[in-house]
């Protein structure tokens, strides 16, 4: 079985300010990465996915995320966040065949003015 | 966007009685899926499905039933809600060929049972 750890709960950042959110996983098969983001009272949304291919992946609103196997991480990071970044944002890992898919518990990333 | 509704979008009732949650999609996609999220937990499976009565349990399926009678629409249901059900509910669907990883969700339900 897989699992994914998201190390910080709640990460506030100044605006315009760079901010990386930490996500590793723990897997003894080939595995899928994902981030999501969910903003206040809806759903969550595909921000982007690692299948195979280059290590860095680049998503939706600016954000990337590069596939470390060796560290077993998958980090999103953001050059210059705005307001509008503030969201819950979720990693989640599934394994190749398609039959297990697991979210992290979150972090909460505030952004300040 | 992806066309998911989920109804009620929230719901209070009390502890014994049954409650029912519909997720409806306009897309006819194969796979669905019903999360819990609760603070500290971020999402769990509950119950998915992959096809038209064709149902199988998740992590925390334990207290709750599912059924599939068409494409577009996916029931969650509590026979006798229990207050550690309360929790907001959402419902996701896959692309298809993209198996399982749910890629778009509902706006949830909040369900609060006293």
């Known amino acids: 079985a897989q699992s994914v750890t998201q190390l910080d709960s709640q990460v506030p950042v100044f605006e315009e300010a760079p901010v990386e959110l930490r996500c590793n996983y723990s897997s003894s098969v080939s595995v899928y990465l994902f981030w999501y983001v969910q903003y206040p009272n809806q759903g969550l949304q595909l921000l982007l996915k690692y299948l195979s291919g280059s290590t860095l992946v680049k998503g939706i609103n600016g954000f990337e995320a590069e596939f470390n196997k060796s560290q077993t991480s998958f980090h999103l990071r953001k050059p210059s966040v705005h307001i509008s970044d503030t969201a819950e944002y979720f990693c989640?890992?599934?394994?190749?065949?398609?039959?297990?898919?697991?979210f992290g518990t979150g972090t909460s990333l505030t952004v300040i003015p | 966007d992806a066309g998911i509704t989920q109804s009620p979008r929230h719901k209070v009732t009390e502890t014994g009685t049954p409650v029912t949650l519909r997720c409806h999609q306009t897309?006819?996609?194969?796979?669905m899926y019903w999360y819990r999220q609760d603070p500290g937990h971020g999402l769990r499976l509950i119950h998915y499905s992959y096809g038209v009565k064709d149902t199988d349990k998740g992590e925390v399926s334990d207290g709750y039933s599912v059924s599939r009678s068409k494409t577009e629409d996916f029931l969650l249901t509590l026979e006798s809600a229990t207050s550690s059900q309360t929790s907001v509910y959402f419902c996701?669907?896959?692309?298809?060929?993209?198996?399982?990883?749910?890629?778009?969700f509902g706006d949830g339900t909040r369900l609060s049972i006293l």
């Open positions: 897309e006819n996609h194969r796979y």
């Open positions: 996701a669907i896959s692309e298809p060929g993209q198996g399982f990883q749910p890629q778009h």
């Open positions: 989640a890992v599934s394994d190749t065949a398609g039959n297990q898919f697991y």
